[in-house]
């Protein structure tokens, strides 16, 4: 599980970070990363934040869609946030696309590495 303080939870921060994104595309996700403004920063604010959407367009089930989601989570906890940038102050969105249903870990963990590095997030 992800720390409590690596977490976007509000329907208002995904909102923020769906409207001033910086959009990256892969094969079975993509990335979305708001930089946190400096007032945000001020208040202590600098460990970056993750979510996660999954839609019901990736899968009708919820079961499927939960398990891309702990998948996701953990990736982020054990590879994203070990290998980030230290001065990285951003909110980090996941989405996952239809063929997320059919990838393996090793596949998403690919896949997230490499929109991370797209991002300049490593």
């Not at 239809?98 to 991002?119: K, W």
């Amino acid at each position: 599980m992800l720390p409590r303080y690596a977490r976007l939870k509000r329907n208002r921060d995904f909102r923020a970070v769906y409207a001033r994104r910086r959009s990256f595309h892969g094969g079975v996700l993509m990335l979305y990363v708001r930089p946190r403004t400096a007032a945000e920063r001020s208040q202590g604010l600098t460990a970056p934040r993750f979510g996660f959407v999954i839609s019901k367009k990736v899968s009708k089930r919820a079961n499927i869609r939960n398990r891309i989601k702990r998948r996701l989570r953990e990736i982020c906890r054990l590879h994203v946030l070990t290998k980030m940038r230290t001065d990285a102050a951003v909110d980090v969105m996941i989405v996952a696309r239809t063929s997320a249903t059919d990838a393996n870990f090793s596949r998403l963990m690919a896949d997230v590495e490499s929109l991370g590095r797209q991002a300049g997030l490593f």
